[in-house]
């Protein structure tokens, strides 16, 4: 695999060596809108190096805020956030991005791909935003990825010209270009069929095997857990239980 990992990730002094990757402290969540509506209650969770897990939990239950807090996309209410031993409540905006960018990869349902672009622009645009080294030196494991993905033949094409399912295969081999530590995953396989899904998961698992990458992933599908290793479930916005 190329080495795309940065050689200027933040190392601050408090920041303590551990296979830790996310740590969450009594994380809370409430929404205001005329009436407070708590949306999670004192979450505590720990995601470590090689994690693959699966979140489940019903419609409501809370799943979507709390990967977006964990993306740093949004903010607790309460509660103590560590991403890599780093506390992320006291941060900035700008430094939250920076951490985004370089500890977090995503992948939406919605697969938000850059139009003006062909696949293999979209798969390298998160290393290009870093600089030009970053995104020579992911360039040939994105090209393998692709493949890996029945996308090869269509490096070069714009992504307009792509069906849906195939959109959201780029979207998701983008969230690996940066080499992250942790990938954060929405319904990554919702608009797939059957065999491409098995494609997806299994690209997933290959990383998440040989680089100790670890996942989290949103998802209704029953059938998804069989991949993971841990399997978390919510129920009304609270950890209901969290099994290996």
Do not use: W
């Given at each position: ?19 830790t ?39 409501g ?8 807090i ?43 791909l ?39 033949e269509?490096?070069?094409a ?43 998961m ?12 670890a996942?989290?992933?949103v ?21 209901a239980?969290?099994?290996?």
């Amino acid at each position: 695999m190329a080495d795309t990992t940065s050689p200027n990730r933040p190392h601050q002094a408090d920041v303590e060596a551990t296979d830790t990757i996310l740590r969450l402290e009594d994380i809370r969540k409430t929404y205001t809108n005329g009436v407070a509506e708590e949306v999670l209650f004192g979450i505590d969770l720990e995601v470590n190096t090689g994690d693959f897990a699966v979140l489940i939990g019903k419609s409501g239950s809370g799943k979507t805020t709390l990967l977006n807090i964990i993306g740093l996309l949004d903010t607790p209410t309460s509660g103590r956030l560590f991403l890599d031993g780093r506390e992320t409540s006291t941060l900035d905006e700008d430094e939250r991005a920076r951490l985004r960018r370089e500890y977090i990869g995503f992948i939406f349902q919605s697969h938000l791909l850059l139009p003006d672009f062909n696949v293999l622009e979209n798969v390298l645009m998160p290393c290009r935003i870093r600089g030009k080294a970053y995104e020579e030196a992911a360039h040939d494991r994105a090209v393998e990825m692709l493949q890996m993905v029945d996308l090869g033949e269509k490096i070069q094409a714009p992504v307009t010209k792509l069906s849906g399912g195939q959109q959201q295969r780029v979207a998701t081999v983008r969230a690996f270009a940066n080499a992250p530590t942790v990938v954060l995953a929405d319904e990554p396989t919702g608009s797939l069929d059957s065999k491409t899904s098995q494609a997806v998961m299994r690209l997933m698992r290959d990383i998440n095997q040989e680089t100790g990458t670890a996942f989290l992933m949103v998802t209704h599908d029953p059938e998804l857990t069989d991949y993971a290793d841990r399997v978390i479930e919510l129920r009304d916005g609270r950890v209901a239980s969290d099994t290996t």
